[in-house]
C-alpha cells in the first residue's frame, strides 16, 4: 500500500507570496491533518479534514486555510507570507482519527522558504 | 493548557547504553499517547498507548504509560547508530484545538 504523498517537496516564495501545498493520504484513509514544523515550535497542529469537512482547527491565523477534495486528497494553503512561516509542514492521514485506537501515518513533508 | 513535555530535550549516548525517554502530559480528555521516531523527514510510528501498565515491545524499544501520574516513557536498550533521531511523543485527546499535540521531541545522538 503506497504511503502518504506530499508535493512538492521543496519550496522557496517569498514574502507577500502565496503557496499551495498537497497531500495525497494512504489508500482508504479519510482524515487528513497538517502540521507545521519549525526548530523552536515543534509540531504544531493546523487543521484536520475529514470527509471534505474540516473537523478541527489549531491556533493558526487566516492566511493558513485548507480544503479536502473527495478523493480524500487535501490542500492547504498560505497567502500573504511571511518569514516566519518557513517551516516543515507535514500531513497525516488515518481512517478516522476520532477513533481512540487510531494513528496517524506522515508523509515526507513539504519543506518552505519563504525569503 | 493542554500541553505534552518531553525530557531530556537531547541526549548523547554510545552503542549498547539503555537510554530512557520521558513524556508528561496535561491534557483533558485523554485518549491515547503516541511514540514516533523522526529520522529525517516524516515522522514513523512506533507505539500507541492507551492503558495504563501495559507495556509495549517491539525488539529493543519499549513504552509504558503511567495515566495515574500522566506520563509515559520510551526505553531503548543496546542502542545503535541507526536509533539517532528525534522521538516525539503526542497525545490523542478530544479538545477543540486539534486531535493531536506533540511534545518537542527528545534528540538522541548515539555515537559508535
Same mark, same amino acid.
Given at each position: 500500500?503506497?504511503?502518504?504523498? =506530499?508535493? $512538492? %517537496? !521543496?519550496? @522557496?516564495?517569498? %514574502? ?9 493520504? @494512504? ?7 497538517? !502540521? =507545521? =514544523?519549525? $526548530? ?20 493558526? $491565523? ?5 480544503? =479536502? ?19 516543515? !509542514? ?14 496517524? !501515518?506522515?508523509? $515526507? ?7 | ?5 518531553? *525530557?531530556?530535550?537531547?541526549?548523547? &549516548? ?9 513524556? *508528561? ?6 485518549? *491515547?499517547?503516541?511514540?514516533?521516531k523522526q529520522e ?23 513504552? /509504558? ?10 526505553? /531503548?536498550?543496546?542502542?545503535?547508530? #541507526?536509533?539517532s533521531a528525534i522521538y ?6 478530544? #479538545?477543540?484545538? #486539534?486531535?493531536? /499535540? ?6 538522541l *545522538? &548515539?555515537?559508535?
Amino acid at each position: 500500500k503506497a504511503g502518504v504523498t =506530499q508535493t $512538492p %517537496r !521543496y519550496l @522557496i516564495k517569498t %514574502r507577500g507570496q502565496q503557496v499551495t501545498l498537497s497531500c495525497s493520504p @494512504i489508500s482508504g484513509h479519510r482524515s487528513v491533518s497538517w !502540521y =507545521q =514544523q519549525t $526548530p523552536g515550535q515543534g509540531l504544531q497542529f493546523l487543521f484536520e479534514y475529514f470527509s471534505e469537512t474540516q473537523r478541527n482547527k489549531g491556533n493558526f $491565523p487566516g492566511r493558513f486555510s485548507g480544503r =479536502q477534495f473527495s478523493n480524500s486528497r487535501s490542500e492547504m494553503n498560505v497567502s500573504t507570507l511571511e518569514l516566519g512561516d518557513s517551516a516543515l !509542514y507535514l500531513c497525516a492521514s488515518s481512517l478516522n482519527l476520532n477513533r481512540d485506537w487510531e494513528t496517524q !501515518y506522515f508523509g $515526507p513533508g513539504t519543506r518552505l522558504l519563504v525569503l | 493548557e493542554d500541553k505534552v513535555v518531553q *525530557s531530556p530535550l537531547s541526549l548523547v &549516548v554510545h552503542e549498547g547504553d539503555t537510554v530512557t525517554l520521558n513524556c *508528561s502530559y496535561e491534557v483533558t480528555n485523554f485518549r *491515547s499517547l503516541l511514540w514516533y521516531k523522526q529520522e529525517k523527514k516524516a515522522p514513523t510510528f512506533l507505539f500507541m498507548l492507551t492503558s495504563s501498565g501495559i507495556e509495549k515491545k517491539s525488539g529493543r524499544l519499549s513504552s /509504558i504509560l503511567d495515566k495515574k501520574e500522566l506520563f509515559s516513557i520510551l526505553n /531503548i536498550t543496546a542502542t545503535q547508530t #541507526g536509533d539517532s533521531a528525534i522521538y516525539l511523543c503526542a497525545v490523542n485527546y478530544g #479538545g477543540s484545538q #486539534g486531535n493531536l /499535540i506533540f511534545g518537542k521531541g527528545t534528540k538522541l *545522538s &548515539v555515537k559508535p
